[in-house]
């Protein structure tokens, strides 16, 4: 069996470059953030938000991913995509060249993470809530798109990478054991 790019989605603060970059580690494999592509090519993220337009930045970075997911070809590559990568259709087309892994969370998940982060432009103002309008929107996609659904709401990133390459394992194998059904989610507050 060919070796396929996985491709890490899931809503913004989630840990999909922490987990990435572990998962790449355990499976010696390469690397590759789709944000930090764009920025080491483009500049700040927020910067292209506040000088371009999220329409700017959302082509750049569906160019990002079609050039990370082109570039993986034939190797288990992982490949980190920003939050809302997958709304593009042509991204969607590219992800089915992919194992695509959905790191499934819930708001209290990312609570603390947005509290301390700056530099997203989508959570201005009150954070949590645009963060959970953002999730409600997208959380269907995720979901369609994915391959292997993998609750990341407990355990430490290395933990994490662990089951991720497990449930890959699994799945690599034709096994649809691999795809871990969700403990009891909570549901986003709207």
Known sequence: MTARPIALIGPMAVGKSAIGHQLSQHLGASFVDTDVAVVANHGSIAEIFASRGEHAFRELEARAVARAIEDARGSSTVI????GAVLDSGTQQLLERCTVVYLQCDADTVAERIARSSGRPLLAGDAMERWKTLFATRR???ERLADLVIDVRNGSVPDLAHRI????RGYAAGGTAAVPTPA???EVEK
């Open 184 to 186: 009891a989610t909570k």
């Open 80 to 83: 980190s995509l920003g939050g």
């Open 165 to 168: 390459e497990d449930a890959l």
């Open 140 to 142: 269907p996609v995720y």
